[in-house]
């Protein structure tokens, strides 16, 4: 059983750039949440898609946007990064919207110039 | 509106001796809890998860937990640490009903020395 992986694991943009990092899911989790974890911080929750469609937002602007795919797959775009954006971005699978274990992968690190 | 609080930011210890790392939530609601552990470079990896039923939780790595709802906490212990253990301790609360949306808190630094 394959587990969560995550694509790139390490990024460097400038500010104003755009962004796209890729996540999949573990095999049979049809539940994709992201998180934002900056330096010294517990991670804060960005958005969870589950089957394809956006099901919870935590307070982030409209700049951080997601897709999920037929396989279940997911994107988080980020666009006009700005210096804060700096952080560990993690994704997490789960088997349901409403399932309570969350299975995370290890993370991309983004750095902001 | 629901809050974690991890009363240490960090927790140095000697190899061998107990350990407790504290946790209070805040709810209106009947939540899940939960505790990650996150080694440096890596992502989270759960514990222990307390859903409903006894309150005495285990977990892996001989770690175990207490939800006590009266003092809204569920705190982190091992009767033994070792060197391996060294690492972030996350405290997480979600809610029943909401299901997606997980809160953490900010993470307690657990720094174990020989």
């Known amino acids: 059983e394959t587990g969560v992986t995550q694509s790139p694991t390490h990024l460097i943009k400038t500010r104003g750039q755009q962004v796209t990092l890729r996540c999949s899911s573990q095999s049979g989790h049809n539940t994709v949440s992201w998180y934002q974890q900056a330096l010294g911080q517990g991670p804060q929750f960005i958005f969870q898609y589950y089957r394809e469609e956006e099901n919870g937002r935590g307070n982030f602007p409209p700049r951080f946007s997601g897709l999920q795919f037929p396989n279940y797959s997911s994107e988080l775009n980020v666009n006009a990064l700005e210096l804060d954006d700096s952080a560990l971005y993690l994704c997490?699978?789960?088997?349901?919207?409403?399932?309570?274990?969350?299975?995370f992968g290890p993370g991309t690190r983004l750095l902001v110039l | 509106a629901q809050s974690v609080t991890q009363l240490d930011s960090q927790v140095p210890v000697f190899e061998e001796a107990p350990v407790e790392l504290r946790c209070n939530y805040s709810?209106?609601?009947?939540?899940?809890l939960f505790w990650y552990v996150q080694y440096p470079n890596q992502g989270l990896q759960l514990l222990l998860k307390?859903?409903?039923?006894?309150?005495l939780v285990k977990g892996i790595n001989g770690f175990e937990a207490e939800f006590n709802k009266s003092q809204t906490s569920f705190h982190l212990r091992k009767p033994s640490v070792h060197i391996s253990d060294t690492a972030e301790y996350f405290c997480?609360?979600?809610?029943?009903?909401?299901?997606?949306?997980?809160?953490f808190g900010a993470g307690t630094r657990l720094f174990v020395k020989a």
């Open positions: 997480a609360v979600s809610d029943r009903d909401g299901g997606f949306k997980t809160i």
């Open positions: 997490a699978s789960s088997l349901g919207s409403r399932e309570e274990t969350q299975y």
């Open positions: 307390y859903l409903s039923g006894s309150t």
């Open positions: 709810s209106s609601v009947s939540v899940y």
